[in-house]
């Protein structure tokens, strides 16, 4: 039974907006914080609609409705939105997060089967590397405060470097520079003005001025640096199944700036998810001494060093991330545009008309979800999450686009807590409470400051 809701603190979260947002306010809010554009109703909407010039768009949030866009009609939607594109285009190129059709089933069967479960072997030390490097850095610094997402960021940035270029090419400052590049990028990609989502004229101030180019400049430039540095048939195994890749008549399927694209792609999606839930988790846990006491006691009965098959017992450390991703979902929009015509509920849509799953709605409402605002991790134990509707939690996607890298993320997760919460403590600063914002990705404004501490 959990406490009356009343009696449950909630983490901080955007205040909802006064009234729903209009064309003029998504187009001139959007500039900032897109979660702040809803209003409290749109956490108990199932479907909500706007019409933008030249086509609409439609919010889901109702599991069923996610479900038939998602999963049951996902050739229709299966094409990210114009504003995704163009947003992550200067990075990522058309790498397999952005195409579409027959190129990204190619790439997907290259790529999804090194990521498997059942290879995530191989990664194990480079994750246990990464966190106690992390773990030295933040023990010198301690007693703090320590700017934990930027640490994070790096970190992550450094599993996905080693996993791509091997011990002799990646260097832990090239893996902090990449972290910065694109932090700098998100904040210089206005990319929530929705000019081309919205499908405004390719004339009009565009997401990508001078400096976003500049940022994506640097760190494509950096990736082609280290691609260079590793000649064909030297490289990790990850990296040989993206170089090596092959079309059926035996034609590189993957080469040039497609390449580049699809290393990009891996670097920021292995390294964003793990880095922005990392951060949210350790604030969580330190806001909640409880459930931080319940993590250590889980962690400390562990082998040092903690070894791929060691991390079943931590049931209730991969609940705290599984609702730390549910408060604070890393990617929190999820957009995509309809390629045919189609009919959802009452609405009819035109091909290029967009849908919107928005996590952190779904994640959040009160039909799905007991005292959906509170920092609850009971509700991800086995017997509790078997309850829970299907489609109400999607942290790294759903149907055939999900996450390929989703094991390899929550098993990263886990040795970093693991590493960390041994060694160090953590401490929420007096006074501190950070605010959710979101760009591209869901991060803390500002960062994270905590205080940390070598444990005795």
């Avoid at 998602?70 to 114009?82: D, G, L, M, N, P």
């Avoid at 993590?295 to 705290?320: H, I, K, Q, S, Y």
Wanted: proline share 10%; charged share 20%.
């Amino acid at each position: 039974m959990h406490a009356p809701a009343a009696a449950l603190p909630i983490p901080p979260m955007p205040a909802p907006a006064a009234r729903p947002p209009s064309f003029l306010r998504v187009l001139l809010g959007g500039r900032g914080d897109l979660l702040s554009l809803f209003p409290e109703e749109a956490y108990r909407r199932q479907v909500m609609s706007f019409r933008m010039p030249g086509r609409l768009l439609l919010v889901l949030n109702h599991p069923q409705v996610v479900r038939e866009v998602f999963v049951a009609r996902h050739e229709t939607y299966q094409r990210k939105s114009r504003f995704m594109e163009q947003a992550l285009a200067p990075v990522i190129g058309d790498s397999l997060f952005i195409n579409h059709g027959a190129v990204w089933a190619e790439r997907r069967a290259a790529i999804g089967p090194e990521l498997h479960p059942s290879r995530l072997d191989r990664f194990h030390p480079l994750f246990l590397r990464a966190a106690a490097e992390m773990a030295e850095d933040l023990a010198r610094a301690a007693p703090g405060p320590v700017e934990l997402s930027a640490a994070f960021a790096a970190a992550t940035a450094r599993v996905v470097m080693l996993a791509l270029f091997g011990e002799a090419a990646a260097r832990r400052e090239d893996a902090a520079a990449l972290a910065s590049a694109f932090t700098a990028y998100q904040a210089a990609a206005e990319n929530l003005d929705l000019f081309h989502m919205l499908g405004l004229p390719a004339w009009l101030p565009s997401p990508q001025g001078r400096a976003a180019r500049r940022h994506a400049a640097a760190i494509r430039g950096l990736i082609g640096r280290l691609l260079a540095g590793v000649p064909p048939g030297a490289g990790p195994p990850l990296l040989e199944a993206v170089r090596e890749a092959r079309r059926g008549d035996g034609t590189r399927l993957i080469e040039g700036a497609a390449l580049v694209n699809e290393i990009a792609m891996l670097l920021l999606a292995g390294s964003e998810t793990a880095a922005n839930t990392l951060t949210w988790t350790l604030y969580l846990l330190a806001a909640h001494p409880e459930a931080e006491r319940r993590v250590r006691d889980e962690v400390a009965l562990l082998p040092e060093p903690p070894g791929p098959d060691a991390l079943g017992p931590l049931v209730f450390t991969r609940a705290v991330l599984q609702e730390a991703m549910r408060l604070y979902p890393p990617v929190a929009v999820l957009s995509r545009q309809a390629l045919a015509a189609d009919r959802i509920r009452r609405w009819s849509l035109r091909p290029g008309d967009t849908v919107m799953c928005v996590p952190w709605l779904l994640h959040r409402h009160a039909a799905w979800w007991e005292h959906p605002h509170a920092f609850l991790p009971e509700r991800f134990l086995p017997e509790a999450a078997r309850r829970q509707p299907k489609f109400t939690y999607m942290p790294f996607g759903l149907g055939p686009r999900v996450c390929a890298g989703a094991a390899f993320g929550m098993a990263e997760m886990q040795v970093f807590l693991a590493v960390l919460l041994r060694r160090l403590a953590f401490a929420v600063p007096e006074g501190f409470a950070p605010r959710p914002f979101c760009r591209l990705t869901l991060r803390p404004a500002g960062g994270m400051p905590l205080r940390v501490a070598v444990r005795g």
